[in-house]
Nanobody, 125 residues
Framework: QVQLVESGGGLVQAGGSLRLSCAAS????????MGWFRQAPGKEREFVAH????????VYADSVKGRFTISRDNAKNTVYLQMNSLKPEDTAVYYC??????????????????WGQGTQVTVSS
């Protein structure tokens, strides 16, 4: 089992940057691919980025490509989301998830077995 705790959210002006962290418990963290999703009020949870177990492969949603970077440090059991050039439409609660069923698309929330509690990101215009 994996427990996930997100941090690093906050209020930032448009064009600014934030770095989110997702700290995982458990000695098997390095065996999990990880994903970041976000959910705005009244909307479904939306895929943001995915990273494989070693960090050698990443996938991004078109809406964040070129602005966000996902990375991980397996020695620290942590996955990161560096968010640059933030826009008001990036406002949401951001969640990290630990990979579950590899047969499901990385962009589907159904793929992930474990979730953190989320961290709020608010971008003002």
């Amino acid at each position: 089992q994996v427990q996930l705790v997100e941090s690093g959210g906050g209020l930032v002006q448009a064009g600014g940057s934030l770095r989110l962290s997702c700290a995982a418990s458990g000695r098997t963290f390095s065996s999990y691919a990880m994903g970041w999703f976000r959910q705005a009020p009244g909307k479904e949870r939306e895929f943001v980025a995915h990273i494989n177990w070693s960090g050698s492969r990443t996938v991004y949603a078109d809406s964040v490509k070129g602005r966000f970077t996902i990375s991980r440090d397996n020695a620290k059991n942590t996955v990161y989301l560096q968010m640059n050039s933030l826009k008001p439409e990036d406002t949401a609660v951001y969640y990290c998830g630990a990979d579950g069923d590899s047969r499901v698309l990385v962009s589907s929330a159904k793929r992930y077995n474990y979730w953190g509690q989320g961290t709020q990101v608010t971008v003002s215009s």
